[in-house]
């Protein structure tokens, strides 16, 4: 009795946790797209990605987040408790001021350690399995009983194959498991553990669900969403329209935006900021979702954002009209949210508005002179590409701008 009263609690600590991973994620777009997140300028020195206490307590109770502001604190400081927001010095406590704090995931302090790194790769999967077209997540009954969004193990085994998930059956069963370890997925009755056979999973977890912070602190809400998601995948309530990847589930996906030499706005269709025209960033040990080529990219937005062509020595030349930047884009579970075009030098095409690359400053136009400190400039974009990709999650680029 006492070992399964254990295992419960790890059980309910685990889906709390992701819970507050996917309201503390959702909360974090949103307040990027809100412009509450930016480069702040504090005592004569400038903190990157981060917002003012003050600012976001009011923001909270004037979108209903929160009642009032002693709550919008008590939200605030339990995402700081579960590591989710920190002082930009990390100072303790979360205090409703004029002080600076930050996500965790704008600056790279967060701790992706293997739990997080599971839950993160089956919210991955999640994604694109919706928004596969034929997808083998489907409204199946058994027993008499219906269970949306459901799959056989083995279409799930068969479908990490064919987009390049997994190596072999071997190793998808490995993954799927520590799925269901982690309590992501289930055996649609909670009687088997997950096998490659004809038995009905389902997702436990319904990641577009939108997530209100005031769950994360009342015991009775919290276990009334667990209970939730648990016996259904897909509850009543609408896909957060802050959903974390970012783009609409079905085709055509929405794209990332860049600016045309005539200054229109134009939508790159290219697929979603998990694929190799984004630089997608690889976790949790396993191969990454099937990628898009390049090429793709190039079909779907042939034109380049580029007034014309710079050559590397029109760069290097004493007194040319650049100005250099140096930035910092911490890859996120989807990617680092950015195209790269060109040769000799590379510059980007094209920027998704809420990746970590826009966080960060990228732009379209800018042409790349460093990666990590290695110079670029002569390459092309295949070979950039290749060495952001095979690189750590923190990527520092050098650029250079015009100074129109």
Not at 99 to 126: A, C, H, S, W
Not at 285 to 291: D, E, H, L, R, V
Not at 303 to 330: I, M, N, W, Y
């Amino acid at each position: 009795m006492e070992r399964t009263s254990s295992i419960r609690r790890k059980a309910l600590a685990r889906q709390h946790k992701a819970e507050v991973m996917i309201a503390g994620e959702q909360l974090r777009l949103r307040l990027h797209d809100g412009k509450l997140i930016k480069d702040r300028r504090y005592h004569l020195r400038t903190y990157p990605n981060c917002f003012f206490a003050e600012e976001l307590v009011t923001w909270l109770v004037n979108h209903k987040e929160a009642p009032d502001r002693t709550t919008a604190v008590h939200l605030m400081q339990h995402l700081m408790d579960q590591d989710i927001v920190h002082h930009v010095c990390d100072r303790s406590g979360f205090k409703d001021a004029k002080l600076l704090y930050r996500f965790r995931k704008d600056d790279g302090t967060f701790p992706f350690n293997k739990e997080v790194k599971i839950f993160m790769r089956g919210q991955r999967l999640y994604e694109h399995l919706i928004g596969d077209k034929h997808s083998i997540l489907q409204l199946r009954e058994e027993h008499g009983v219906a269970y949306q969004r459901s799959f056989l193990g083995c279409q799930l085994i068969d479908w990490l194959l064919q987009n390049g998930e997994a190596v072999s059956r071997c190793q998808g069963l490995e993954l799927c498991r520590a799925l269901q370890e982690q309590g992501i997925i289930q055996h649609v009755a909670k009687k088997h553990d997950f096998v490659d056979s004809g038995l009905l999973y389902q997702f436990r977890i319904n990641f577009r669900r939108r997530r209100r912070l005031s769950e994360l602190l009342s015991e009775n809400e919290q276990d009334n969403c667990q209970s939730k998601v648990a016996s259904s995948p897909e509850d009543s309530q609408p896909d957060s329209p802050f959903v974390l990847h970012k783009n609409p589930p079905l085709e055509p996906a929405a794209g990332f935006q860049s600016v045309g030499a005539r200054q229109e706005l134009k939508i790159v269709t290219g697929g979603r900021r998990g694929s190799s025209s984004s630089l997608q960033l690889h976790s949790a040990g396993f191969p990454p979702i099937a990628q898009l080529s390049l090429t793709s990219v190039a079909r779907c937005n042939p034109d380049s954002v580029l007034k014309r062509h710079f050559t590397c020595e029109e760069l290097l030349a004493p007194g040319a009209q650049f100005t250099k930047r140096v930035l910092t884009v911490t890859g996120d579970a989807l990617g680092w949210g950015f195209v790269i075009r060109g040769a000799a030098p590379c510059y980007v095409q094209a920027v998704d508005p809420g990746s970590p690359a826009a966080a960060a400053g990228v732009k379209v136009r800018q042409l790349l002179c460093q990666v990590n400190g290695q110079c670029v400039l002569y390459l092309d974009y295949r070979k950039v590409t290749t060495l952001i990709m095979t690189g750590p999650r923190i990527v520092v680029l050098e650029v250079m701008e015009t100074l129109e």
